[in-house]
């Protein structure tokens, strides 16, 4: 085992999180053999420099608070990045419980809806499941917001309407 490589790696690790991916992929432009790999990770464990636990906390507070995504979404790119399931799976659902994310699906959806447009109102509809699911939300979760936001739009335009006359 090469002690430059492994100071190379703490030093990598010490600047930001590192996914598992990562630093596999940081590891093998260095050359270090594939049957090394592991005894590197092992050794940056130890010592505190990696941990895929905090990797994929942050990781996901980091998504779902500020970037909006959903639970499926923030699974799929941890699952990318091979973080443990087990690891995705306790991280995953206490950050939804305990953290409110900047903007709701509702809010989001809303915003999308203000800038698209579509022939048809069943297609309008569709273009905003696909929105929604592709944000990494469940179909049910999306439809729910959506009706929400619909009602809120009616509302609006008739509370307009009523006011014009």
Known sequence: ???EILNKAKYYCARAERSPRNLRLFLMRRE???DEIDEYLTLLEEGRYYDPQRYAESYARTRYRDMSQGPRKIRQAL???EVPTEIIDAVLPEIIEEEEPNYSLAELLESKLRR???RTPRALFDKMMRYGV???YQPS???EALQEVLQAMREEEEESESEEV
Do not use: F, H, L, W
């Open 141 to 143: 979760e999306v439809y």
């Open 32 to 34: 270090v053999p594939s």
């Open 79 to 81: 699952r990318m990045q």
């Open 1 to 3: 085992m090469d002690t």
């Open 116 to 118: 698209t447009s579509a």
């Open 134 to 136: 592709g944000r990494g």
